[in-house]
């Protein structure tokens, strides 16, 4: 390891320093040892948590952080090195992730991978998920697909649900591994029931399909319940197509337009549609054309083909919005440039 004054000695030696009752110094200039790796970690992941906090309740971002909180985060990445150094595996994971995301440091794949290897290969079950997904991507290191699946496997058996998604995601797309609906299931299962919000969206889809496991409307829709709860928006609109129509769930117009609402405050088309035509048919809200023509517009304006055909429609009979032919073309050619087969008949009968 490396000493704060630069000397170099072995790490074991350092720490009996540490335990005899002698000068805790270099034995070579004196200056005065740091923090054993757990106090050094201990406390730049205190004052970690304590930026991640603020940027969680919406106080800055990780883009845009006040200058004390980029200070703190020098600090925090001083501290997690120092350990890492020492071969302390919580620190060198910390450290891959802050190198992959570049907080506190320059973005750096390549320091990413080398920090998160030496932490897998200690058994961190963080890192190895790291490094799995590095060797994914292909950052910092080769893209391997194998290796990726052999990290994830690694850190998954320890229970690491991010790790376990993510193989899950391997065997449903057959990367690094033989292809099999049932393993993604598997894993997606086991990381679902962590709580990971991806695993328990795709593992809703699995059941919805009776895709790797038995079909279970029930199933689907208490699934996409949980990952609709922590604002995954497809889940919302899963679930609010569920109580629209009954499916798993007990029937509520007035459930579906909470959910489809929950999506659409998120600008996710598909439920700022689906809540534009609850609107226009007075389906578990009161009617509101004009509402309803609102919505389909922010969809229409992100490019949405199905929103882009909606506006045409409501311009071409003037419900919600007044009546014009030329906005209806306008709309109706945009979503058929798309190859919405709708927009293309109409065209081709009205215009």
């Given at each position: 390891m490396t000493l704060r004054c630069t000397h170099v000695f072995h790490a074991t030696c350092v720490e009996q320093l540490r335990k005899f009752g002698v000068?805790?110094?270099?034995p070579l200039c004196r200056?005065?040892?740091?923090?054993?790796?757990?106090?050094l970690f201990e406390e730049a992941t205190r004052r970690f948590v304590m930026i991640q906090r603020m940027v969680e309740r919406g106080m800055a971002s990780w883009s845009d952080l006040p200058s004390y909180a980029s200070h703190e985060l020098d600090i925090v990445a001083a501290g997690w090195l120092e350990a890492a150094e020492q071969g302390y595996a919580p620190a060198q994971s910390n450290l891959s992730f802050i190198y992959d995301h570049g907080y506190g440091v320059a973005q750096n794949c390549v320091e990413a991978a080398r920090w998160g290897r030496k932490a897998a290969e200690q058994g961190e079950m963080r890192a190895q998920g790291y490094l799995g997904s590095l060797f994914e991507r292909g950052q910092g290191v080769p893209q391997n697909y194998k290796e990726a699946a052999r990290w994830y496997r690694k850190a998954a058996d320890q229970g690491f649900a991010l790790a376990q998604s993510s193989l899950g995601s391997m065997f449903l797309g057959g990367r690094g591994v033989a292809?099999?609906?049932?393993?993604?299931?598997?894993?997606?299962?086991?990381?679902?029931e962590q709580g990971d919000k991806v695993a328990q969206t795709n593992l809703a889809n699995f059941y919805n399909q009776g895709q790797g496991t038995t079909q279970s409307d029930k199933e689907a829709a208490r699934w996409f319940a949980k990952a609709a709860e922590q604002g995954v928006s497809v889940a919302?609109?899963?679930?609010?197509?569920?109580?629209?129509?009954?499916?798993?769930?007990?029937?509520?117009?007035?459930?579906?337009a909470k959910w489809f609402k929950a999506a659409a405050e998120q600008g996710y088309p598909e439920g700022l549609i689906k809540l534009g035509k609850l609107y226009l048919s007075g389906s578990g809200v009161a009617k509101d054309e004009t509402e309803g023509a609102k919505?389909?517009?922010?969809?229409?304006?992100q490019g949405d083909a199905e929103g882009q055909f909606e506006m045409g429609a409501l311009y071409a009979i003037g419900l919600g919005v007044p009546q014009c032919d030329m906005r209806a073309m306008g709309w109706m050619q945009k979503a058929a440039d798309q190859g919405n087969e709708e927009a293309r008949d109409f065209l081709k009968k009205y215009f």
């Amino acid at each position: 390891m490396t000493l704060r004054c630069t000397h170099v000695f072995h790490a074991t030696c350092v720490e009996q320093l540490r335990k005899f009752g002698v000068t805790q110094a270099c034995p070579l200039c004196r200056t005065p040892l740091s923090a054993g790796p757990e106090k050094l970690f201990e406390e730049a992941t205190r004052r970690f948590v304590m930026i991640q906090r603020m940027v969680e309740r919406g106080m800055a971002s990780w883009s845009d952080l006040p200058s004390y909180a980029s200070h703190e985060l020098d600090i925090v990445a001083a501290g997690w090195l120092e350990a890492a150094e020492q071969g302390y595996a919580p620190a060198q994971s910390n450290l891959s992730f802050i190198y992959d995301h570049g907080y506190g440091v320059a973005q750096n794949c390549v320091e990413a991978a080398r920090w998160g290897r030496k932490a897998a290969e200690q058994g961190e079950m963080r890192a190895q998920g790291y490094l799995g997904s590095l060797f994914e991507r292909g950052q910092g290191v080769p893209q391997n697909y194998k290796e990726a699946a052999r990290w994830y496997r690694k850190a998954a058996d320890q229970g690491f649900a991010l790790a376990q998604s993510s193989l899950g995601s391997m065997f449903l797309g057959g990367r690094g591994v033989a292809r099999s609906d049932t393993e993604a299931v598997r894993w997606y299962k086991k990381a679902a029931e962590q709580g990971d919000k991806v695993a328990q969206t795709n593992l809703a889809n699995f059941y919805n399909q009776g895709q790797g496991t038995t079909q279970s409307d029930k199933e689907a829709a208490r699934w996409f319940a949980k990952a609709a709860e922590q604002g995954v928006s497809v889940a919302q609109c899963r679930l609010g197509s569920f109580y629209y129509h009954g499916v798993g769930v007990a029937q509520s117009y007035g459930k579906a337009a909470k959910w489809f609402k929950a999506a659409a405050e998120q600008g996710y088309p598909e439920g700022l549609i689906k809540l534009g035509k609850l609107y226009l048919s007075g389906s578990g809200v009161a009617k509101d054309e004009t509402e309803g023509a609102k919505l389909f517009l922010q969809a229409a304006k992100q490019g949405d083909a199905e929103g882009q055909f909606e506006m045409g429609a409501l311009y071409a009979i003037g419900l919600g919005v007044p009546q014009c032919d030329m906005r209806a073309m306008g709309w109706m050619q945009k979503a058929a440039d798309q190859g919405n087969e709708e927009a293309r008949d109409f065209l081709k009968k009205y215009f």
